[in-house]
């Protein structure tokens, strides 16, 4: 992906004691109102300076970090960063360059990998000598990556968790206590809060229950269609109301002749789509690692061999030519990471009507207060209300 150049006349350094740096958001929009860090961030760095935590040559393991608000300014310690994002990715990168840092200097594993194939060096035989966790919002999530970090642990590493006060529970407690070891916590400033885990050897850890599955309700050859989640996607146990009003009125139309489930989750709209239009090419598309391997895990168990899909790894529609598309699912996020907005879904509606060909229709399904119609209409010239539910609304707009 063509990264874009950072504003210049934007005020956006992150001042810490490890030196300022110019950080932005990613994707790269115009007037951006929100940081590419957080107080979280802020608090990290500074108990770590103020503690004298770390050394050159220490093994450094971070996971969650958004755009860089902690690899760049703890760059010059070579830290490995696990995320499940692509955006994340994208971020980071374009703040490595931004700031004229060595891209070598920052080594990205996404979520499905378990980091201790890849931190080398360090002084703490083999293992990090120093994890730094930013607190995802998912408790599934957490759980998911606590499991994956903790072959990479010993009683010598330090591990250091972050978040916002207000996503930070008793529940989260608990998964650090029953996963890494006994757990504490710092006082609030300026509204984000520290954990302080200690590794617990002889600690008796259950196994990870991550994925998930889940029965979806819908039969295929007489037997239920069973869903697989990774532990990131969203509506892990069972199908939310909004998708299942999606499902049930999912359009089958041999003039479909290649449909994309855009952010697509675990791929279940998508794959019905692909049952009902059998014809039809299917495209998978999400910035999550973990819902792209749970789509590729879901249509592989229903279609083996004999169906080829595309799953793309991506910011949207990236990677779709304009006008080849003839229909395209959507369920669009209304927020990125914990910043609650309608960015994503404006992004999402704007590049379906380049990707669509002629006479494409875009589907959306949102809850009703989110006012889609209007966006649609907007952008469209037209939306139509294909069916609806106290909560939800189905809606169908049609390219020109």
Same mark, same amino acid.
């Given at each position: 992906?063509? %990264?874009?150049?950072?504003?210049?006349?934007?005020?956006?350094?992150?001042?810490?004691?490890?030196? @300022?740096?110019?950080?932005?958001?990613? @994707?790269?929009?115009?007037?951006?109102?929100?940081?590419? +860090?957080? #107080? #979280?961030?802020?608090? =990290?760095?500074?108990?770590?300076?103020?503690?004298?935590?770390?050394?050159?040559?220490?093994? /450094? /393991?971070?996971?969650?970090?958004?755009?860089?608000?902690?690899? =760049?300014?703890?760059?010059?310690?070579?830290?490995?960063? %696990?995320?499940?994002?692509?955006?994340?990715?994208?971020?980071?990168?374009?703040?490595?360059?931004? $700031?004229?840092?060595?891209?070598?200097?920052?080594?990205?594993?996404?979520?499905?990998?378990?980091?201790?194939?890849?931190?080398?060096?360090?002084?703490?035989?083999?293992?990090?000598?120093?994890?730094?966790?930013?607190? @995802?919002?998912?408790?599934?999530?957490?759980?998911?990556?606590?499991?994956?970090?903790?072959?990479?642990?010993?009683?010598?590493?330090?591990?250091?968790?972050?978040?916002?006060?207000?996503?930070?529970? %008793?529940?989260? %407690?608990?998964?650090?206590?029953?996963?890494?070891?006994?757990?504490?916590?710092?006082?609030?400033? *300026?509204?984000?809060?520290?954990?302080?885990?200690?590794?617990?050897?002889?600690?008796?850890?259950?196994?990870? @229950?991550?994925?998930?599955?889940?029965?979806?309700?819908?039969?295929?050859?007489?037997?239920?269609?069973?869903? =697989? $989640?990774?532990?990131?996607?969203?509506?892990?146990?069972?199908?939310?109301?909004?998708?299942?009003?999606? &499902?049930?009125?999912?359009?089958?139309?041999?003039?479909?002749?290649?449909?994309?489930?855009?952010?697509?989750?675990?791929?279940?709209?998508?794959? /019905?789509?692909? &049952?009902?239009?059998?014809?039809?090419? &299917?495209?998978?598309?999400?910035?999550?690692?973990?819902?792209?391997?749970?789509?590729?895990?879901?249509?592989?168990?229903?279609?083996?061999?004999?169906?080829?899909?595309?799953?793309?790894?991506?910011?949207?529609?990236?990677?779709?030519?304009?006008?080849?598309?003839?229909?395209?699912? !959507?369920?669009?996020?209304?927020?990125? $990471?914990?910043?609650? $907005?309608?960015?994503? #879904? +404006?992004?999402?509606?704007?590049?379906?009507?380049?990707?669509?060909?002629?006479?494409?229709?875009? +589907?959306?399904?949102?809850?009703?207060?989110?006012?889609?119609?209007? *966006?649609?209409?907007?952008?469209?010239?037209? !939306?139509?209300?294909?069916?609806?539910?106290?909560?939800?609304?189905? /809606? *169908?707009?049609?390219?020109?």
């Amino acid at each position: 992906m063509v %990264m874009e150049q950072v504003d210049k006349s934007l005020d956006i350094s992150l001042k810490t004691t490890f030196g @300022p740096y110019r950080l932005q958001r990613y @994707p790269v929009r115009k007037k951006e109102t929100l940081r590419a +860090w957080d #107080a #979280a961030d802020e608090y =990290i760095l500074d108990h770590l300076e103020k503690n004298d935590l770390l050394h050159q040559g220490a093994a /450094l /393991l971070i996971l969650n970090d958004n755009f860089g608000g902690l690899s =760049i300014p703890l760059n010059q310690y070579q830290p490995v960063v %696990m995320t499940d994002s692509y955006l994340s990715t994208q971020g980071i990168s374009l703040n490595l360059k931004n $700031n004229d840092i060595d891209y070598d200097s920052v080594t990205i594993i996404n979520s499905l990998h378990a980091p201790d194939s890849v931190l080398e060096g360090g002084t703490n035989n083999g293992k990090a000598d120093v994890v730094l966790i930013k607190v @995802p919002k998912s408790l599934a999530m957490l759980e998911d990556q606590l499991h994956r970090i903790r072959p990479s642990l010993n009683s010598a590493t330090t591990i250091i968790a972050a978040g916002m006060t207000k996503n930070i529970h %008793m529940s989260t %407690m608990e998964l650090f206590e029953k996963i890494i070891g006994p757990t504490t916590t710092s006082i609030a400033h *300026k509204k984000a809060r520290l954990i302080f885990s200690k590794f617990d050897t002889d600690l008796s850890v259950p196994e990870n @229950p991550h994925p998930a599955k889940y029965k979806s309700g819908y039969k295929l050859d007489e037997e239920e269609l069973e869903i =697989i $989640n990774h532990a990131s996607v969203f509506s892990r146990e069972k199908l939310d109301v909004g998708t299942r009003l999606f &499902i049930e009125n999912l359009p089958a139309d041999e003039r479909y002749k290649s449909i994309v489930d855009l952010g697509c989750g675990n791929g279940i709209v998508g794959l /019905l789509a692909a &049952i009902k239009n059998p014809s039809a090419k &299917i495209i998978f598309t999400d910035e999550s690692y973990m819902a792209v391997e749970s789509s590729i895990n879901n249509f592989v168990a229903v279609f083996g061999e004999t169906r080829e899909a595309e799953f793309l790894q991506t910011d949207c529609l990236y990677g779709v030519p304009e006008n080849s598309v003839s229909l395209i699912l !959507c369920n669009p996020p209304f927020h990125q $990471n914990n910043a609650i $907005n309608d960015d994503v #879904a +404006w992004q999402m509606f704007t590049e379906s009507k380049d990707a669509l060909e002629d006479k494409g229709e875009l +589907w959306v399904i949102g809850n009703r207060h989110l006012a889609y119609h209007a *966006k649609l209409k907007h952008l469209f010239g037209d !939306c139509d209300v294909v069916a609806s539910n106290k909560k939800f609304t189905l /809606l *169908k707009a049609t390219k020109k």
